[in-house]
């Protein structure tokens, strides 16, 4: 019997609710939208959904900031809607995996309220200091450029909030505040969810609330990234709850190394199945986002190679809601849309670990087209905005920095065909539509055989099918001039990924019988033409890794 977990064979699609499909024109996606397009998922291919938070929530940080763990967002339907959604999904062997957000609550959250005013048993449910109002207990910064303390003075004390001052962050030295998240987990597996994405994981344990060490951005960071007590919270969810239903975790993990990841992921300590790791999206900054870098592709691809060497399991990933869209920010999303957004599918699609694709990648969604700060809704560049300006960036450095790494951009509806609104919504979308949806939507790909969308399936489709491709080793052959060759080997049989991520000719470093080509080619290329990605077997092989999808 095969007993390889099912996330190491399949794909995972995240969502963003807000932006998916609405279905009753109040201008936001919703959970009837989703099950209206679940037909259209299972097509792709997909084998998870992971939905972005549909909680009860003020929205401060677009469902980050939950008031209620337990429930719906009106805005996103009932919970009777999310149990049809896990029903239905079902049937399409399709799975489920919420959003946790635990570092954090809402502020508006009724343990934080009941926290503010020393009601039992809340009062210790979060991180409360004592201090003079304009005398912060300490200089920690927080990660959306401010700093992290607030003075309440409904309690007189400070709280703790490393993200929007709306969140503030839980207490995990309290055993009831495991005991209350273990409770919310239960919750939601008895409904029938496969797993959580765990929002922040590796920064829920705070050690000490000292003074941290002076840095550009994230002052402190060295008392809570990773620790020990984070390492013994997760192998505890783990015991208690999540291994009993079977459960897939992944968690968001900031600033981690590969030693670091593979102690969350080796399955011996028990604690994450998976980890979304940001090295690779750090390419293209200097170690903070905002500090802009040119992006080369030989930096990314070795940074790849590194991560595929050193962790045992990867995830794959080049966006979600927090990133710039990949063919705008790896490709060239004018010249050479359809090519490069086809290369960076191949790339995802072939490497070793969980592959997990953000909605719209499917399709070549590009990077907002926004003109002007007043059509920005998200929380991170409005404050960064303003922290500029407080130290009188320039404008035009200040107006790069949202245009390049806004995270807008990814959440922007989706363009479903070339109707108003993109098909997503009959009312006023509360985020601007790209004006390129006449040009990139699902209807028009859907009818091209040579659409980036049919080109994922296919790709989706020859993973689904090939045991090389899902668990094949990893072994780099190539790296340079925009150029990434690696082959994927598993008992005889081998797959040879070549990609050149450039607008220059190459000279293709390999050699064999096309299984996949985002140029349409039969016959194995001398020279790769931009943006030119191509899937080759050995001649020999009679039994091939997997047949050609047509
Ligand atoms: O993000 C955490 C995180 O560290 C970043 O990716 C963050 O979005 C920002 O870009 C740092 O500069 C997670 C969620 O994915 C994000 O949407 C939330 O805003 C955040 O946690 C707080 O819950
Ligand atoms: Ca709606």
Redo the contacts with the bound molecule.
């Keep these: 019997m095969d007993k390889t977990p099912w996330w190491k064979q399949k794909v995972i699609y995240q969502i963003y609710p807000m932006s998916f499909c609405d279905s009753n024109g109040d201008g936001i996606g919703d959970l009837p939208g989703i099950i209206s397009r679940l037909d259209y998922l299972q097509q792709l291919g997909v084998g998870a959904l992971w939905l972005?938070p549909v909680y009860p929530s003020p929205n401060r940080?677009?469902g980050?900031?939950i008031s209620d763990y337990c429930d719906i967002h009106p805005n996103y339907g009932t919970l009777a809607d999310m149990d049809t959604l896990i029903a239905e999904a079902k049937k399409r062997d399709i799975r489920i995996i919420m959003?946790l957000?635990i570092?954090?609550t809402s502020d508006q959250h009724r343990w934080f309220q009941k926290s503010r005013r020393r009601i039992e048993p809340y009062t210790d449910f979060y991180i409360w200091k004592k201090g003079e109002p304009g005398k912060k207990p300490s200089n920690w910064g927080s990660?959306?450029g401010e700093d992290c303390w607030v003075y309440d003075e409904l309690r007189g004390e400070y709280y703790l909030h490393?993200?929007?001052k709306e969140?503030p962050d839980l207490n995990f030295h309290n055993e009831m505040v495991i005991e209350a998240i273990e409770e919310v987990m239960r919750f939601w597996l008895e409904r029938g969810v496969a797993g959580f994405r765990c929002?922040?994981i590796n920064v829920i344990y705070k050690n000490t609330l000292a003074n941290g060490k002076w840095r550009p951005a994230l002052t402190g960071s060295e008392h809570y990234i990773s620790t020990e007590g984070c390492h013994r919270v997760l192998h505890r969810l783990n015991t208690e709850v999540l291994s009993r239903y079977d459960a897939f975790t992944v968690g968001?993990t900031?600033f981690v190394t590969p030693r670091m990841a593979e102690d969350l992921v080796d399955p011996s300590r028990r604690e994450l199945s998976t980890v979304f790791a940001?090295e690779h999206m750090e390419t293209d900054c200097f170690k903070?986002?905002?500090f802009l870098r040119k992006f080369r592709a030989e930096r990314f691809f070795a940074c790849l190679t590194k991560w595929q060497k050193a962790l045992s399991w990867n995830t794959v990933y080049l966006e979600?809601?927090?990133?710039p869209r990949s063919v705008s920010r790896f490709g060239d999303d004018t010249r050479y849309h359809d090519e490069s957004a086809k290369a960076l599918a191949t790339l995802v699609l072939t490497l070793r670990g969980t592959p997990f694709l953000f909605e719209g990648q499917e399709i070549g969604m590009t990077n907002f087209d926004y003109t002007g700060m007043e059509q920005i809704r998200d929380?991170?560049s409005l404050n960064i905005w303003n922290l500029g300006q407080k130290l009188h960036l320039p404008r035009a450095l200040r107006w790069k920095m949202i245009k390049e790494?806004g995270?807008d951009n990814a959440r922007t509806p989706m363009q479903w065909d070339d109707t108003a609104n993109a098909g997503f919504s009959g009312g006023t979308p509360w985020l601007a539509v790209n004006e390129n949806y006449t040009r990139i939507n699902v209807r028009d790909q859907q009818q091209d055989p040579d659409s980036v969308l049919n080109y994922y399936r296919r790709l989706i489709a020859l993973r689904n099918g090939s045991a090389v491709l899902q668990q094949g080793s990893f072994t780099e052959l190539h790296r340079g001039d925009g150029l990434y060759a690696y082959r994927r080997a598993l008992g005889e049989q081998s797959v040879t990924v070549v990609i050149n991520l450039s607008e220059r000719q190459n000279k293709n470093p390999a050699g064999g019988r096309v299984l996949l080509s985002n140029y349409g080619r039969t016959a194995c290329p001398g020279t790769l033409l931009p943006y030119e990605a191509v899937l080759l077997v050995p001649e020999a092989e009679k039994q091939p890794a997997a047949e050609v999808v047509q």
């Design positions: 972005s940080d677009n980050y900031d959003d957000v570092n954090h990660f959306f490393l993200f929007a969140q929002d922040v968001e900031v940001f903070i986002k905002w979600n809601h927090d990133q929380v991170e790494k995270r």
